[in-house]
C-alpha cells in the first residue's frame, strides 16, 4: 500500500510502497478514508518534536472502516456492536491499558503510551493498524472523511474547554488566541455555556470574519492588552494559547486575571516565566488530546449538529503540498488527506 512517511527530520515525506498490515492478536486493520492534517505533523517534520520514531508515516487524526482483525480482536468487536466495514473515527491515544492512567479512563496519558504518526505509522497511508478494539469509536451515520478531525481538533479542544469548565461561569471573560483546526471548535463548544464573553486574538482577517460567524464577541488582530480588557470588560479569566509560542504564551500569563487559568494548547514550543510576576494565584496548565471518553461525547455532539467545521481534502499524494499550505497559514478548514487504494 502507499504511505506518506518521514525517514528524517527536515526531509520532505516520502510516498512509499509499504506491504498492508496484518491485523493479529486484539489489532483491527482499519481502511483509511480520510486523515487530516495536523499542525503537529509539520513540527515532527521538521524535527521540533522529539517524541517520535522513525522511520514513520505520520497522521493521527483518522477515520475510515474496519477491514480486518486479529483472533482476539473478533469477539471484542463483537461484543462492542463493531461489525466489518463500519465507519469509525480512531482514537489515538494508545496506552498499555493496564496502568493507573489507563485503568481511569486517561489512556491519552499513558507513560507507556505510542500513538499513531508519534511512535507507530498512523493514517497518512491506505490501512492503518490499531492496536485494540476500544480505539475504535463508531460514526453512526456521521461521513468519514468529514470526521477525522474529530480525532484531534474536535477532541483536544473540547477536553481543553471541559478542563476550564470551572471558570466558565455566567459572566465569565474568555480569550481565544488563535482560530485555526483547534481554536474554531473551542469557540463553539464555549459558546455553547451560558454567559460567557468570548475575544479571539487572530492576525488572519478570514479566520476573524469564522470568529465572528462561530460566535465570538469580538475578533481582534493581534494580542494588545488594552483592546482586549476593552473588549472583555476586563481581563480574562481563562486564556486558551492555541498556539503556544513564546509571544503567545507570555501575553496570556500577563493578562489573565488574578485567581484565572492559562490553558496551553497549542504547541508552537514556547515557555512561560512561572513567578509571583504573574497574576496572583493565577494557573498555569497544558492540556494534551483527549481521552477516549472525550471522543465520544464529540462525535455524539457532532451527530447531533452541535458543532460543525470545514475540511478541505487533498489526495495522500500531495501531502509535502498540503503541508505547505498548511505552514503558509491560507487553509481556512482542516486539510484531510485521501489515499488512493493500490494494494
Ligand atoms: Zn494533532
Ligand atoms: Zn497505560
Known amino acids: ?4 512517511r518521514l525517514h528524517a527530520p527536515g526531509e520532505p515525506l516520502s510516498l512509499d510502497q509499504v506491504p498492508l498490515p496484518e491485523p493479529v492478536g486484539t489489532e483491527v486493520r482499519v481502511r483509511v478514508a480520510g486523515c487530516g492534517v495536523c499542525r503537529t505533523d509539520l513540527r515532527i517534520a521538521s524535527g ?90 463508531p460514526l453512526e451515520g456521521l461521513e468519514p472523511v468529514h470526521a477525522a478531525p474529530l480525532a484531534d481538533a474536535g477532541v483536544t479542544s473540547y477536553r481543553a474547554v471541559a478542563r476550564a469548565e470551572p471558570w466558565l461561569v455566567n459572566g465569565g471573560r474568555v480569550l481565544v488566541i488563535g482560530l485555526g483546526g483547534l481554536g474554531q471548535f473551542a469557540v463553539q463548544y464555549l459558546r455553547q455555556r451560558n454567559g460567557v464573553r468570548i475575544a479571539v ?7 476573524r470574519q469564522l470568529a465572528d460567524s462561530l460566535g465570538a464577541d469580538v475578533a481582534l488582530a493581534d494580542g494588545e492588552p488594552a483592546s482586549i480588557r476593552g473588549a472583555l470588560g476586563g481581563d480574562p479569566d481563562v486564556v486558551f494559547d492555541f498556539v ?25 514550543g514556547g515557555h512561560a516565566r512561572f513567578g509571583f510576576d504573574m497574576p496572583l494565584e493565577s494557573w498555569l496548565t497544558t492540556t ?14 457532532a ?25 503558509a497559514g491560507t487553509v481556512a478548514g482542516r486539510i484531510v488527506l485521501l489515499p488512493t487504494r493500490t494494494a
Open 1 to 4: 500500500m502507499l504511505a506518506a
Open 48 to 137: 521540533e518534536t522529539t517524541r517520535v520514531e522513525l522511520p514513520l508515516t505520520l497522521g493521527h487524526e483518522i477515520a475510515g472502516w474496519i477491514e480486518a482483525a486479529g483472533g482476539e480482536a473478533s469477539p471484542l468487536l463483537q461484543d462492542a456492536g463493531l461489525s466489518h466495514d463500519e465507519a469509525v473515527v480512531v482514537f489515538g491515544g494508545w496506552g498499555c491499558g493496564v496502568c493507573g492512567e489507563c485503568r481511569t479512563g486517561q489512556e491519552q496519558r499513558c507513560p507507556y503510551g505510542r500513538s499513531p504518526g508519534f511512535q507507530v505509522d498512523g493514517g497518512y497511508a491506505e490501512a492503518v493498524l490499531v492496536p485494540h478494539p476500544r480505539h475504535l469509536v
Open 201 to 207: 486574538v487572530e492576525p488572519n482577517g478570514m479566520r
Open 244 to 268: 503556544g509560542s513564546d509571544l503567545t504564551i507570555g501575553q496570556a500569563s500577563a493578562i489573565v486575571a488574578r485567581g484565572g487559568l492559562v490553558m496551553l494548547v497549542g504547541e508552537a
Open 288 to 301: 494534551t488530546w483527549g481521552s477516549l471518553g472525550d471522543l465520544r461525547d464529540v462525535v455524539a455532539i
Open 303 to 327: 451527530r447531533r449538529g452541535g458543532v460543525q467545521w470545514a475540511t478541505e481534502t487533498m489526495p495522500l499524494t500531495d501531502a509535502q503540498d498540503a503541508f505547505a499550505r498548511l505552514a
